[in-house]
């Protein structure tokens, strides 16, 4: 009999059961990727290291911008271009910042407030003055840009206000139809310049130099206000829309900038151009400096409230709404399509100043929306002469 011989089975490798085990693993469990804590929180350092040096580098640069905008101006092209940019896009970086800040280092959150504090309330010249009642000796008056208006928001305006002096640039051949329209006023047209009033006007002429291209930049009225001869001016400088069209588009920009613009706007390159601007400005800074009568001034100027040439004229005249303002007294356009300024205006560049023998007490612009300028209201107390 033959002895009984179990079924053969193949020796087991254990290595090749391992390997087997391992297969059968399903893929989601399987580790990928280890990383230590020490290596988390090196990580986590250097974040909010870097988060830190960001914010410090970003405020310290708003305050070097706001500063070299306030003092120097338009006296480098750069800088004159960001006068006349909404102001609100330096704060820009902060949609991207203070998020970053808010998950890794919110400490840093106190820094980007400050930063929109100095924005609003500081650079943008915030202002929050009492208004006194009107006295007998208070005179009013309103100025306007008349050629991008509208005509119903600016008479209402009128209507609501009854000004003593209206003031008008782009306004060429309207004297007599405003006349019609707000009567009990004298009116004299000069050039683009129209002044109504209730006082009775002496005189007007344009004033002769500085002029733009062979077009006087400036009218002066005498008129007769409580027995006192007073000047009266209305300002309108050139506008800078279509030589900062350089810098929106096109290849004109790199061209405008190194010297080899085209001639289409009467200056080669945009630096050529604010050059002449701030000889142009300096003149009728002269002129108003060497007025002997009490002085008016308004109009206007297409010059932000920051810079050099705005210093011009308030280093030797009192800026009415800087004076007695309330708000940010914007006047500029009067709507857009631009969210960071939230559809409004903001540039400050239709002003009211005045000379010796006045005091500005109350200063602002119209509300309405319509008109590309604003209108601005302004009202003055006539103080002793020195």
Not at 99 to 126: D, E
Not at 349 to 365: K, L, Q
Request: aromatic share 12%; net charge positive.
């Amino acid at each position: 009999m033959k002895e009984f011989d179990p079924p053969h089975t193949p020796p087991v490798d254990e290595g090749s059961d391992r390997q087997s085990a391992v297969e059968t693993v399903a893929p989601s469990d399987r580790v990928l990727l280890q990383i230590r804590e020490t290596t988390v929180i090196r990580v986590l350092s250097w974040v909010r290291r870097a988060l830190g040096w960001l914010t410090y580098g970003y405020v310290t640069l708003v305050a070097v911008l706001l500063l070299a905008l306030e003092w120097w101006g338009e006296r480098n092209w750069l800088l004159s271009v960001f006068l006349y940019a909404p102001p609100q896009i330096i704060l820009v970086p902060l949609f991207i910042l203070s998020p970053l800040c808010l998950a890794f280092r919110w400490r840093m959150l106190g820094w980007h407030i400050g930063t929109i504090v100095l924005l609003f309330f500081g650079y943008m010249s915030f202002r929050w003055s009492s208004v006194p009642p009107p006295t007998a000796e208070s005179v009013s008056a309103v100025t306007f840009n008349f050629g991008e208006s509208s005509r119903s928001q600016f008479m209402g305006f009128i209507e609501n206000e009854k000004p003593d002096l209206i003031i008008l640039q782009d306004a060429r051949g309207r004297a007599a139809d405003l006349l019609r329209k707000i009567p009990g006023m004298h009116a004299s047209g000069i050039g683009q310049f129209v002044l109504l009033s209730r006082f009775p006007i002496r005189q007007g002429t344009l004033v002769g130099n500085p002029k733009i291209i062979s077009h006087a930049v400036a009218a002066r009225w005498e008129v007769t206000i409580q027995g006192r001869d007073v000047a009266i001016y209305g300002v309108h400088l050139p506008t800078p829309r279509r030589e900062l069209s350089r810098f929106i588009g096109k290849r004109r920009v790199i061209a405008g900038l190194i010297g080899y613009g085209d001639r289409e706007t009467g200056f080669g390159e945009y630096r050529e151009w604010i050059a002449e601007r701030i000889v142009l400005a300096e003149m009728l800074a002269r002129i108003f400096a060497e007025e002997q009568s009490p002085m008016i001034v308004a109009g206007d100027f297409n010059t932000p409230d920051h810079g050099h040439i705005y210093r011009l004229f308030a280093a030797q005249m009192t800026d009415a709404f800087a004076h007695a303002g309330r708000g940010w007294g914007l006047t500029f356009p009067g709507s857009t399509r631009n969210p960071l300024t939230l559809f409004g205006p903001w540039l400050r560049i239709d002003y009211f100043f005045s000379g010796r023998g006045w005091e500005p007490v109350e200063c602002r612009p119209e509300r309405g929306k319509k008109s590309q300028h604003k209108a601005v209201f302004a009202r003055f107390e006539p103080r002793p002469l020195p």
